[in-house]
């Protein structure tokens, strides 16, 4: 199908009519701006340090992310956090009520709740025993109001990635977006897909400053994909949808290249140390391999265990209503010192 995608095929009719809000600073970009004075938008004139509205395409973000990614500027849309970056795909994309989208489960659960916000169908295909996509079921379930699959690579909350020749296939033959979602994939051996972007117009990737860069608390989501798929997100984005604040903060961040890698480097190390030791405790029925910072478990009882670890002090995350999850349990890596505390109170259980 490669050649025969049209991104309008898929933009959902009012967002391709629709005329964009035009920001004050919109019109501005490329200026030398040092000299001007900007009486356009209402801000208070004393400088504070945020008294002005903030770059609405967060440029000099985007152009590290640029350079360090190997993708151009116009690849690259930024929200606050994937969950914005998520919820643009389904409304630029999704009539509500008519278009459908497909989720694997056991996965991460925005998906399904944004599905639910748009008023948009949730084709839930499970993944396979082993925590893979089932291609046949998947191309089944896709019709002509199939406009995205969500493939969370490597996976919340199972930890594993997919293999290479099922993203490839879909991203080959289903003529909606493939979605991958890499927040996980700075703890993974694997290449990111950002790297094809140029190979499939459909390919569609989020990644986010909140796990291995550690910027949760500052909410920056990031999607790499088409300059025309770009195009259309940016056409109904909020305009200042990335504050002052966290664009600042961001930039120090990828600053730190080294900083960040150590970081990964020790984590990935204590994750090692923590699978080493559960295969320890005793009600530790089975331990899956993991490519993210946390480690999926299945125990002999996870809702006691998860109380018992409440009581003592140590919040976890329950997984055992998820389908193919039953009675696991999923484990962030912390710090050396917590997850120490962590076995030792497993074993004391
Ligand atoms: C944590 C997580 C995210 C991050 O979401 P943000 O809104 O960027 O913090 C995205 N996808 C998955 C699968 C996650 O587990």
Redesign the pocket.
């Known amino acids: 199908m490669g050649n025969s995608f049209d991104i309008n095929n898929l933009v959902r009719e009012n967002v391709k009519i629709m005329k964009p809000y035009s920001s004050a600073r919109d019109e501005f970009e490329g200026f030398d701006t040092a000299d001007m004075i900007f009486l356009d938008a209402n801000e208070n004139p004393f400088e504070n340090g945020v008294n002005r509205y903030p770059d609405p395409q967060q440029m000099s973000v985007k152009a590290v992310l640029a350079k360090q990614k190997n993708v151009k500027t116009n690849q690259i849309l930024l929200g606050n956090?994937?969950?914005e970056v998520l919820d643009l795909l389904f409304r630029a994309f999704c009539e509500p009520k008519i278009d459908n989208v497909i989720t694997l489960p056991p996965t991460?659960g925005?998906y399904g709740v944004l599905a639910n916000i748009n008023a948009v169908e949730n084709r839930e295909i499970l993944l396979s025993k082993d925590f893979q996509p089932e291609i046949e079921k998947i191309i089944a379930a896709i019709d002509e109001n199939t406009k995205m699959i969500f493939l969370?690579s490597p996976n919340?909350p199972t930890g594993n990635s997919f293999s290479d020749e099922a993203v490839a296939y879909l991203l080959q033959n289903f003529k909606g977006l493939v979605v991958i979602?890499e927040?996980?994939i700075d703890f993974s051996k694997k290449e990111s897909w950002s790297n094809e972007l140029d190979e499939y117009p459909n390919l569609v990737i989020?990644q986010?400053?909140?796990?291995a860069y550690g910027l949760?608390g500052i909410?920056?989501?990031i999607c790499y994909a088409s300059a025309e798929i770009i195009s259309v997100l940016n056409k109904i984005k909020p305009p200042y949808n990335v504050n002052e604040l966290t664009q600042k903060r961001a930039l120090d961040r990828l600053g730190d290249v080294e900083k960040i890698k150590n970081e990964i480097v020790s984590i990935i190390e204590q994750r090692e140390q923590l699978l080493k030791a559960l295969l320890n405790i005793n009600f530790v029925e089975k331990i899956y391999s993991t490519e993210a910072n946390f480690i999926l478990v299945k125990v002999d009882d996870a809702n006691k265990r998860y109380g018992e670890l409440i009581a003592k002090g140590i919040v976890i995350r329950n997984r055992t209503t998820q389908p193919l999850c039953e009675n696991t349990l999923r484990l962030t890596v912390g710090t050396e010192q917590e997850n120490m505390k962590l076995i030792e109170v497993l074993k004391q259980l």
Request: hydrophobic share 25%.
């Open positions: 956090g994937s969950d991460y925005m969370c919340n979602d927040a996980y989020t986010t400053l909140s796990k949760a909410r920056l989501g």
